[in-house]
Structures are given as structure tokens and as C-alpha cells.
């Protein structure tokens, strides 16, 4: 099946207006009518649930978190873009669009990138209304930095805390709303099925945490915003809870999984220091801007980092990028990396790393500069390495960290299912094969607080007047039943290994042959192996304790048993994508100085997955894309 | 290295508690003292014995759901310091360590370690929030903001809302939370307006469920963001005004 994205006609700096005139309206009297359940408080989420709310949808709002403002979103440090212009560098709207279109290396849709531009400046407006402490200048206007991928500074910023700071704002207008009753709050409660009547979503089963129980919750849509599947790989820079459950069970029921290989390798990470390590911690972004990064260039030199004079120094970044240098995007810059590293040039105990060194900056701005510019990140560093950065070079090496795949939505952000929207992370919409730094934050607030309010009506006004799905129904009481014999069947195997070892060989094997290089071959080694491991949980985990208590044991490996399924179907779309673009890397489809090497002519469409049953071979439908305003060009950051 | 770690368990809020000892060998000193419980949950799954439940998510310091009492300090002996950055090298080899759950009446404990902590959530939703409806902002740089204001919000903004303020306190007072909450508001330009009646409805809803302050300070040197009890001042400040303040009047002359 050909997928309709159901972009608005005409030119595209005009879409967004027309169509939002073109959608349907719900009265503000009959809003009150509507109930809507938002799963996920991160930005997407707290932004969608508090934004419906003040417009009189009642809402119910969904977190396994134990309180909505741990979500994630919260550990975001660098920053939020915005075509704001405040530096009168030469940046617009469709400078933005042009260079996320662009960094997304020609994979994503234009008309919702460009949206996505024209909404980023009214998002920092609401922000700053709500109170976000941005970094300002001494005159008091907002500050800016770069970020990159880009050449002008649009980066808007909180310290090292930016993802907080927007979190925390979302949150107090969630709160707000609580307060007034016109949202639900279901905090550690989990969601565990989407319930689809005649096709439609009309609901969620969730497991309450504290208690086990297992409840059935209708209303009018469904809207999830439940976050990115990083964890996959198993050492991410995601926040350990993270998980792909809630869009995986959706697919399950009928939604359909864009471009799942579609995945992000930060440049900037600490390296690993151990076996026990159980998660990455990422150095923000941007450090790039002063740090410079090199590695010996003799792979034997032995000397510490300070002893070893420039000449002996390969800057590997700005040899190879002189216009970008240090700030070329992720994907090239994690690549290059990992070239130099594979090469045996890599530093630090165990090779596995690159240096990201300051003395220069520190040199030309001071110390006081560099500290207020990055206090947090190198006390973060510090604290967990044990080496001053202010001394010696911070030693970083890539780590998965983003995902840009997710559920497939049209243009008002609706999956396939009726009445299921996504937003945030968890679709697939805006970022093509890669992210630009600061742009998730962007997304996730464009698609709560902007996009899905306008465009819900399309699908709730012709429903005026129609009550929910009761929970008594047959559809919901089968959904049940089906998310209480997942827990018994996970309680029941009674294995001799835990959740987390699957974990960990599942992320072994998704890194190996699914990382930063794929190949046909890496792939179906993939396959085989994930469907191995997959066979040996279902006999061999062990998970103790009840169902009807606090039991995170369960909780892990509902959502490692998605993982391994989800993983496979990843894996499926990177064997399937015979070229290079953005985060998907196959060695067969480089240039010859080892450049991503795209395939326009076969592969210039998303591709969205059907879920066809348990054994057979996922469906797949294409969304062909088209390119009218930035013309498909090899990327280049010579 | 090797550790004793002696840990409170409690299968529910209603079963009774007691400490367990486990000795753990071979521990690196590059893990943090969270990787050190997962090590120890790997060796309890592999005898058969349940987990110990803990709250964690970011293991980066920033999201709050870390909360371990680690003898008898909110997140152990570094300063400024979440659980989840605290590493082994900080603990000397043989250490014998207590881990216990934050304790407080406003934190009813859930299992083992996790306690819940929705009573903060309650604070915030009574007045922690400027009313700014999404679409109804003027452009950002409308206001001017003082570097020196916005950076002061900023520190209080830091809060992660972890809990370890409350668990330190001997009167288990939420002081520090909320006055970093009020203040991050009552700083900014932004929150003049619901300024008297924010800090009068947050400070109430703090004593509905929390203790009260009486100074002992012990809130900021346990705080893994270093907030310091200058807010406290500064909302007591607020709150004493408020009082005294003819709150229609005050929001006509702004
Ligand atoms: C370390 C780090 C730094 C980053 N820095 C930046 C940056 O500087 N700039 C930038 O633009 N982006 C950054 N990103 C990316 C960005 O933070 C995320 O993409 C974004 O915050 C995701 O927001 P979200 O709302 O989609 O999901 P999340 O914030 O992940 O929220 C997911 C929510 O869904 C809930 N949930 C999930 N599943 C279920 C379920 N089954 N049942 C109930 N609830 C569920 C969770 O409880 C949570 O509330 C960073 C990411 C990381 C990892
Ligand atoms: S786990 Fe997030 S602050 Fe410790």
C-alpha cells in the first residue's frame, strides 16, 4: 500500500495556516465532551495533555513514572533551535527547514519540517511566558549558541539543563490543570495494551505499579508520546526506564513502525570504563563548539595528552571538515571517530575513546568562561571518571542516544489507527535518517503544543455526541485478559537467568551488527541470533515475586521481551535499506573516502511496517518522498 | 574492592521491615553505587532470593528518582551529589555501608527503597506554575531579564525534586523544595502577578503534608544540587508580605 501523508496543498510556507484553517473545530462548550488519554509526560506529552486541557478537552494523563516531571525529556542538556534570527546571522524559518531537511539527509517530509521551522519561534515565546530561566545576556535578551550541523547560533539555552527547564515549564502547566481538574493524573501506571475497536483506538489497559492492578481506561483518542526505543541497544544514553512497549504493542494492534533503523550515534559520550557499566552518559553537544577533537597521531604514543606537542596531534574533524570542523552532524562526526578508534588510535585504558580538549578555549576565554559555560557537564564528567577536564582532555567515544524512527503519522500526527496519535520521540515525523542537535526538544513541544491541538479536530468533531467505548466491552475485556497472561506467562517460566542478561546480550548483539555499520551479512547474523535469544528468554528468564505487587523485575521484562521482537523488525528495515543516509550506515553503499552514500532513486520514501502475526514477515508500505524545495544533494560539510 | 552493604527491605507498605547484610567481592571502583545493587539484584535473582526495588531513571543526576540513604545521609557521603554519580572509588575497600529509604511521613514507602513522593507534585499543582495558556505569549525578548535575575532563577530552578531535603530534616519540613520552587517563580518578571497568592497556596499545601522548618539547615548540605536555604529566607520573606498584602489591590498596582 502507497501511505498518504495527507499533506495540505499549496506552497509550502503556507500549509500550516491553510490547513489550519481547513480542519474541523469542536466549540469550546463541546470540548468538555471529549475525553482524551495521553500516554507519556515527557515534552511531548505534558505539553499535548496541559495544551488540550486549556482548550476544555478533558484528558487523562499516563506516566510509569512517579511523578510526571521525571520523564526523560528531563536530562536533555544542550539546548532548543528556534529561526528566531535574534543574531541577525542570517537565519529564517526556511533556514531551519532547509537544515534539518538537509542534516536529516533527504528522509524526512518536507511539509511537516517546515512546520516544524515556522512553530519553533512561537514555542520559545510560550516557554519563556511559563517562566523557563533561558540563559540571557547582560543587556537581558535571550542567549544564544551553536549547535551542529548548523552555521548560525539559534540554540536556545538553560545552563546544561535545558531539557529540565522545558520539562519543568510543561509540568507547571500540567500541574495547573490538574489543579482545575480538567486532567487526570495516573502516575506510575503503565501501559500495557491499545484497545482498537472496528479499527479505531478507544483506549489503553494499563498496569497500576504500586499495586499490580490491571485496568481498563476509554475515551475518544489515544495519543502517545511515550518516547524513544534507544535502549534496544541496551547501554544508551537514555534513561534506564525508557522503552519501546507502548508504540511496540501498538503496532501490534494494527499501527504501522516507520523507518525502525533509523537510529542516532552521539558523538560525545563517556566511553564505557567496565563490564558493569549499565548506561552512557552523554557530554552535551555543545562542548563541540569549544573543544577541539584529536587523537595522537602516531597510535603508539604513549605520552599523557598535555605532552604531546601539535604536530603530533591529528585534529581529525577539522582535517577532513574544513567549513564545519568540529561542528559537522552527529553521524559524521561518530563515524570519524569510530574510523580513528578501529584504527588503534583510540585513547584512554581500554583505546576506546577520542580526546574533546579545552586548553585551547580555556586559553583564549579563561576558565571562568568554559565554567559557566559548562560547569555542569564537566562536574558530570568528572564525577564519573574521576579526571579534572579542566586539566586534562575529556576522553568521549559515540553511544546510541537517539531514535528517529517511531510509529508512522500523516501530517496531523494520526498513525494509521484512527484516533492513535504520536508524538515526540515516538514518531517517526521530522528528522529523516538523522537529528540535528537541539531539534528534538523542538519537535517534542511543536507536536504538544502546537501541532496536535490544532489537529485534533479533524477526528473529534464529526464524533460530537458519541460516548466512549464503555470498559465492559468485549474488546477491552480481551485486551485484558491478554496483558494479564503476558504477566502470568512471565511469572511462569521460572528460568535461571535474569531479565537483564537477555538485556545485555540483546544490546551485544544489536551494537555488533546494528551499530554504526551495518552490512547484509552483520544483519542476517542479527536475525538469526536475536530469534535465538528470543526463544531462550521465553524458556530460560527468571522473574520472582507476584504480579499484584511493586515488581520491577516484571516491569523489565515486559519490556525486554518487546525489545527482542522490536529488534528484529529494526534490524529488518537496515537489511532491507540497501544504501547509506543519515544514522543508517551500510558499508556496501559508501563513497570512496567512506561517506554515507544515499540511493535516491530506490529509497527516497519511508518505509512503514505492518505488523502481519507473530511468525510471518512484517508488511511493508511505502510514503514516497518528495523533495521540491531543498533539491536532493550528497550532503557535504567539507 | 570489597563492600558489606546492610539494606532495608519491605516486600509492601503494609509488611513489616528489617535490615538484610550482603557482602559483595570483586566490586570495581569505576561503578556507581547503583551498578553496585545491580550487581547485587544479579547475585539475589541468581539464588532465588527477590530484588531489592530501588527508584532510579536517568542515573545522571538530573531526573530525581535516585533516593538511597546511604549512612545515614541522603545520597551518601559526596556532596552535591545524586546516588546515581556516586561511585565506589569515594568508598574505602572493605566499607561497610547502610542503604535505607528516605523517611518521612509525606513519603509513604512502596517497597524496600522506593518511597512516593506524589506530595511534592501536590505542592506544585497548588500554585508552583505561571498561567501562560500555549498561544497566548508575546515574543520572548518582550521581557527583559536581568542576567544576574535569570541566573538566581536558574539556582533555584536546579531543584530535581528528589526528596533529600525532606529526608535529611529532622522535622521531614519540605522547606528548601518548595521555597525553590516559589523562588524560581517569584524571581522572574513573569511571576509578579500570581506572586503573593503562588507562594501563600504552595507554603500551605507544604504544611498539609510536610513538617515544619526550624532551621536546622541540614536540607542544603544534603541537597545533590547545593540549593541553598537563602530561598528559604527569601520565601519566608514572600510568604510573611503576602499576609500582610491586600492581594486584589496588589495585583491591580502590579
Ligand atoms: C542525555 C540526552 C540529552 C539530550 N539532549 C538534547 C538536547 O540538548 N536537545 C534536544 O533537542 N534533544 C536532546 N535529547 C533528545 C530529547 O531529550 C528527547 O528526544 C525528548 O526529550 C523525548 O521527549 P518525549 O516527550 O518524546 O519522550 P520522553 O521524555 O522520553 O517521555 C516519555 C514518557 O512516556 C512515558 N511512557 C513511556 N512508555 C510508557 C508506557 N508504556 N506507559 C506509560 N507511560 C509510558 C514515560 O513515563 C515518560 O513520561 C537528549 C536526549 C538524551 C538521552
Ligand atoms: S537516577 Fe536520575 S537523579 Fe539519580
Same mark, same amino acid.
Given at each position: 500500500?502507497v501511505?498518504?501523508?495527507?499533506?495540505p496543498e499549496?506552497?509550502?510556507?503556507?500549509k500550516?495556516?491553510?490547513h489550519?484553517f481547513?480542519v474541523?473545530l469542536?466549540n469550546?462548550?463541546?470540548?468538555r465532551?471529549?475525553?482524551i488519554i495521553?500516554?507519556?509526560?515527557?515534552l511531548?506529552?505534558?505539553s499535548?495533555?496541559?495544551?488540550?486541557?486549556e482548550?476544555?478537552y478533558?484528558v487523562e494523563l499516563?506516566?510509569?513514572?512517579d511523578?510526571?516531571r521525571?520523564?526523560?525529556?528531563?536530562?536533555?542538556?544542550?539546548?532548543i533551535?528556534?529561526a528566531?534570527n535574534?543574531h541577525?546571522?542570517?537565519d529564517s524559518?526556511?533556514?531551519?527547514f532547509?537544515?534539518?531537511?538537509?542534516?536529516?539527509d533527504?528522509?524526512?517530509?518536507?511539509?511537516?519540517?517546515y512546520?516544524?521551522?515556522?512553530?519553533?519561534?512561537?514555542?520559545?515565546?510560550?516557554?519563556?511566558?511559563?517562566g523557563?530561566?533561558?540563559?540571557?545576556?547582560?543587556?537581558g535578551?535571550?542567549?544564544n549558541?551553536s549547535?551542529?550541523?548548523a552555521?548560525?547560533?539559534?540554540?536556545?539555552y538553560a545552563?546544561g539543563q535545558?531539557?529540565?527547564?522545558l520539562?519543568?515549564?510543561?509540568y507547571?502547566a500540567?500541574?495547573?490543570?490538574?489543579?482545575?481538574?480538567?486532567v487526570?493524573?495516573?502516575?506510575r501506571?503503565?501501559?500495557l495494551?491499545l484497545?482498537?475497536k472496528?479499527?479505531?483506538?478507544?483506549?489503553i489497559v494499563?498496569?497500576n505499579?504500586?499495586t499490580g492492578a490491571v485496568?481498563?481506561h476509554?475515551?475518544?483518542?489515544?495519543v502517545l508520546?511515550t518516547?524513544?526505543?534507544g535502549?534496544?541497544f541496551f547501554?544508551s544514553?537514555?534513561?534506564k526506564?525508557?522503552?519501546?512497549?507502548?508504540i511496540w504493542?501498538?503496532y501490534?494492534k494494527?499501527?504501522?513502525m516507520?523507518?525502525p533503523?533509523?537510529?542516532?550515534?552521539?558523538?560525545?559520550c563517556?566511553?564505557?570504563?567496565?563490564?558493569f557499566q549499565?548506561k552512557?552518559t552523554?557530554?552535551?553537544?555543545?562542548?563541540?563548539?569549544?573543544g577541539?577533537?584529536w587523537?595522537?597521531?602516531d597510535?603508539?604514543d604513549?605520552?599523557?595528552p598535555?605532552?604531546?606537542p601539535?604536530?603530533?596531534?591529528d585534529?581529525?574533524?577539522e582535517?577532513?571538515?574544513?567549513?564545519?570542523?568540529?561542528l559537522?552532524?552527529?553521524?559524521?562526526a561518530?563515524?570519524a571517530?569510530?574510523?580513528?578508534v578501529?584504527?588503534?588510535?583510540?585513547v584512554?585504558?581500554?583505546?576506546?575513546?577520542?580526546?574533546l580538549d579545552?586548553?585551547?578555549?580555556?586559553?583564549r576565554?579563561g576558565?571562568?568562561?568554559?565554567?559557566?559555560?559548562?560547569g555542569?557537564?564537566f562536574q558530570m564528567?568528572?564525577?564519573?571518571?574521576g579526571e579534572?577536564?579542566y586539566?586534562?582532555p575529556?576522553r568521549?567515544?559515540?553511544a546510541?542516544?537517539?531514535?528517529?524512527?517511531?510509529?508512522w503519522?500523516d501530517?496531523?500526527?494520526?498513525?494509521?489507527v484512527?484516533?492513535?496519535?504520536v508524538l515526540?520521540?515516538a514518531?517517526?515525523?521530522?528528522?529523516?535518517?538523522?537529528?540535528?542537535?537541539?531539534?528534538?526538544l523542538?519537535q517534542g513541544?511543536?507536536?504538544g503544543?502546537?501541532?496536535?491541538?490544532?489537529?485534533?479536530?479533524n477526528?473529534l468533531a464529526?464524533?460530537?455526541?458519541e460516548?466512549p467505548?464503555p470498559t465492559d466491552d468485549?474488546v477491552?475485556i480481551?485486551?485484558?485478559?491478554?496483558?494479564e497472561?503476558?504477566?502470568q506467562?512471565l511469572?511462569?517460566?521460572?528460568?535461571t537467568?535474569?531479565v537483564?542478561y537477555?538485556h545485555?546480550?540483546?544490546?551485544?548483539?544489536?551494537w555488533?551488527?546494528?551499530?554504526?555499520?551495518?552490512s547484509?551479512?552483520?544483519?542476517?547474523?542479527?536475525i538469526g541470533?536475536i530469534?535465538?535469544l528470543?526463544?531462550?528468554?521465553?524458556n530460560?528468564?527468571?522473574?520472582?515475586?507476584?504480579?499484584?505487587?511493586?515488581?520491577?523485575?516484571?516491569?523489565?521484562a515486559?519490556?525486554?521481551a518487546?525489545?527482542l521482537?522490536?529488534g528484529?523488525l529494526l534490524c529488518?528495515?537496515?537489511?532491507?535499506?540497501?544504501?547509506?543516509?543519515?544514522?543508517?550506515?551500510?558499508v556496501e553503499?559508501q563513497?570512496?573516502d567512506?561517506?554515507?552514500?544515499?540511493?535516491?532513486?530506490?529509497f527516497?520514501?519511508?518505509?512503514a511496517?505492518e505488523?502481519?502475526?507473530d511468525?510471518?514477515?512484517?508488511g511493508?508500505?511505502?510514503e514516497?518522498?518528495e523533495?521540491?524545495?531543498?533539491h536532493?544533494a550528497?550532503r557535504s560539510?567539507k | 574492592m570489597k563492600?558489606? !552493604?546492610t %539494606?532495608? /527491605?519491605? =516486600?509492601?507498605p503494609?509488611?513489616?521491615g528489617r535490615f538484610?547484610t550482603?557482602?559483595?567481592?570483586?566490586? $570495581?571502583?569505576?561503578?556507581?553505587?547503583?551498578e553496585?545493587f545491580?550487581?547485587?539484584?544479579?547475585?539475589?535473582?541468581?539464588?532465588?532470593e527477590?530484588p531489592?526495588?530501588?527508584?532510579h531513571?536517568?542515573?545522571?543526576g538530573?531526573?530525581?528518582?535516585c533516593?538511597?540513604m546511604?549512612d545515614g545521609?541522603?545520597h551518601?557521603p559526596?556532596?552535591?551529589?545524586?546516588t546515581c554519580q556516586?561511585?565506589m572509588?569515594k568508598?574505602?575497600d572493605?566499607?561497610?555501608?547502610?542503604v535505607?529509604?528516605?523517611?518521612a511521613?509525606?513519603?509513604?514507602?512502596v517497597r524496600? !527503597?522506593v %518511597?512516593? /513522593?506524589s =506530595?511534592?507534585d501536590?505542592?506544585?499543582e497548588s500554585g508552583g506554575y505561571?498561567?501562560a495558556p500555549?498561544? $497566548?505569549?508575546?515574543?520572548?525578548?518582550?521581557?527583559l531579564?536581568?542576567k544576574?535575575v535569570?541566573d538566581?532563577?536558574?539556582?533555584?530552578?536546579?531543584c530535581?525534586?528528589?526528596g533529600a531535603c525532606v529526608a535529611?530534616?529532622?522535622?521531614s519540613?519540605a522547606?528548601?523544595?518548595t521555597a525553590?520552587?516559589?523562588?524560581h517563580?517569584n524571581?522572574?518578571p513573569?511571576?509578579?502577578p500570581?506572586r503573593w497568592e503562588?507562594?501563600t497556596?504552595?507554603v500551605?499545601?507544604?504544611?498539609?503534608f510536610f513538617?515544619?522548618?526550624?532551621?536546622?539547615?541540614e536540607c542544603e548540605a544534603?541537597?545533590p544540587?547545593?540549593i541553598?536555604?537563602d530561598f528559604i529566607a527569601?520565601m519566608?520573606r514572600?510568604?510573611?508580605?503576602?499576609q500582610f498584602?491586600?492581594?486584589r489591590?496588589?495585583?491591580?498596582?502590579?
Open positions: 500500500m501511505m498518504d501523508a495527507h499533506i499549496g506552497p509550502i510556507a503556507t500550516w495556516d491553510n489550519k481547513d474541523k469542536v469550546p462548550a463541546n470540548k465532551r471529549f475525553t495521553v500516554v507519556g509526560s515527557g511531548g506529552g505534558a499535548a495533555a496541559a495544551s488540550l486541557a482548550l476544555g478533558r499516563h506516566t510509569f513514572h511523578s510526571p521525571r520523564a526523560h525529556s528531563i536530562a536533555a542538556q544542550g539546548g533551535n528556534a528566531k535574534y541577525n546571522d542570517g524559518v526556511y533556514r531551519l532547509y537544515d534539518t531537511v538537509k542534516g536529516g533527504y528522509r524526512a517530509r518536507e511539509a511537516n519540517v512546520r516544524l521551522a515556522q512553530v519553533s519561534v512561537d514555542i520559545i515565546d510560550q516557554c519563556v511566558a511559563q523557563v530561566p533561558f540563559a540571557r545576556e547582560y543587556g535578551l535571550l542567549d549558541r549547535f551542529g550541523g552555521q548560525v547560533s539559534r540554540t536556545f545552563r535545558t531539557g529540565q527547564q520539562l519543568l515549564g510543561a507547571q500540567l500541574a495547573n490543570q490538574i489543579h482545575l481538574g480538567n487526570e493524573l495516573h502516575h501506571s503503565e501501559m495494551d484497545v482498537t472496528d479499527g479505531k483506538a478507544v483506549g494499563a498496569r505499579l504500586m485496568t481498563s476509554s475515551a475518544h483518542a489515544v508520546a518516547g524513544g526505543y535502549n534496544v547501554l544514553t537514555n534513561a526506564a525508557s522503552n519501546v512497549t507502548a504493542r501498538a501490534k494494527g499501527a504501522y516507520a523507518n533503523c533509523y537510529t542516532q550515534i552521539h558523538p560525545t563517556i566511553p564505557a570504563s567496565d563490564e549499565s552512557l552523554l557530554m552535551s553537544e555543545s562542548l563541540r563548539n569549544d577541539r577533537i587523537v595522537p597521531t597510535a603508539m604513549t605520552r599523557s598535555d605532552q604531546i601539535d604536530e603530533d596531534r585534529y581529525f574533524l582535517r577532513r571538515y574544513p567549513a564545519f570542523g568540529n559537522v552532524p552527529r553521524d559524521v561518530s563515524r571517530a569510530k574510523r580513528e578501529d584504527a588503534g588510535r583510540g584512554g585504558p581500554l583505546k576506546n575513546g577520542v580526546y579545552f586548553a585551547d578555549a580555556i586559553n576565554l576558565r571562568h568562561v568554559i565554567e559557566e559555560r559548562y555542569n557537564l564528567y568528572e564525577r564519573i571518571t579534572d577536564p586539566v586534562v575529556m568521549i567515544y559515540p546510541v542516544h537517539y531514535t528517529m524512527g517511531g510509529l503519522v501530517y496531523d500526527l494520526m498513525s494509521n484512527p484516533g492513535l496519535y515526540g520521540e514518531n517517526f515525523s521530522d528528522h529523516g535518517a538523522n537529528r540535528l542537535g537541539a531539534s528534538a523542538m513541544l511543536a507536536d503544543y502546537f501541532v496536535l491541538p490544532a489537529t485534533i479536530g477526528y464529526p464524533q460530537l455526541g460516548q467505548v468485549a477491552f480481551e485486551a485484558q485478559q491478554g496483558v497472561a503476558m504477566t506467562q511469572l511462569g517460566v521460572n528460568g537467568r535474569s537483564d537477555f545485555r546480550e540483546l544490546g551485544k548483539i544489536m555488533d551488527n546494528c551499530g554504526m555499520a551495518r547484509r551479512e552483520s544483519l542476517e547474523k542479527a541470533e530469534a535465538t528470543r526463544e531462550e528468554f521465553w530460560d528468564v527468571r522473574v520472582l515475586g507476584e504480579g499484584d505487587t511493586f515488581n520491577q523485575s516484571l516491569e523489565k515486559g519490556r525486554v518487546d525489545f521482537e522490536f528484529e529488518r528495515d537496515a537489511l532491507h535499506r540497501e544504501e547509506s543516509c543519515g544514522g543508517h550506515f551500510r553503499h563513497t570512496e567512506g561517506e554515507a552514500l544515499r540511493d535516491d532513486e530506490h527516497a520514501y519511508v518505509a511496517w505488523f502481519t502475526g511468525h510471518a514477515n512484517p511493508l508500505h511505502k514516497q518522498l523533495f521540491e524545495y531543498v536532493l550528497q560539510y | 563492600v558489606t !552493604l %539494606v532495608w /527491605r519491605q =516486600a509492601g503494609a509488611a513489616q538484610e550482603y557482602e559483595l567481592d570483586e566490586v $570495581s571502583e569505576d561503578m556507581s553505587f547503583l553496585l545491580d550487581v547485587l539484584n544479579e547475585r539475589l535473582i541468581a539464588k532465588g527477590e531489592v526495588a530501588f527508584d531513571d536517568c542515573r545522571e538530573i531526573c530525581g528518582s533516593s538511597m546511604i545521609r541522603p551518601g559526596e556532596l552535591g551529589t545524586a556516586l561511585h572509588r568508598f574505602a572493605g566499607a561497610k555501608i547502610t535505607e529509604p528516605w523517611r511521613g509525606a513519603f509513604p514507602l524496600d !527503597l %518511597v512516593d /513522593r =506530595a511534592f501536590r505542592i506544585v505561571i498561567t500555549t498561544g $497566548s505569549a508575546p515574543d520572548g525578548n518582550l521581557i531579564i536581568p544576574a535569570a538566581s532563577a536558574m539556582d533555584a530552578a536546579a530535581i525534586g528528589c535529611a530534616c529532622p522535622n519540613a522547606n528548601l523544595f525553590a520552587k516559589v523562588m517563580l524571581l522572574l513573569q511571576g509578579q500570581e503562588r507562594v497556596n504552595m500551605d499545601t507544604m504544611e498539609q513538617g515544619s522548618c526550624t532551621n536546622h539547615g544534603a541537597c544540587k547545593e541553598s536555604i527569601l519566608n514572600d510568604y510573611i508580605k503576602a498584602k491586600q492581594r489591590l496588589a495585583s491591580q498596582r502590579g
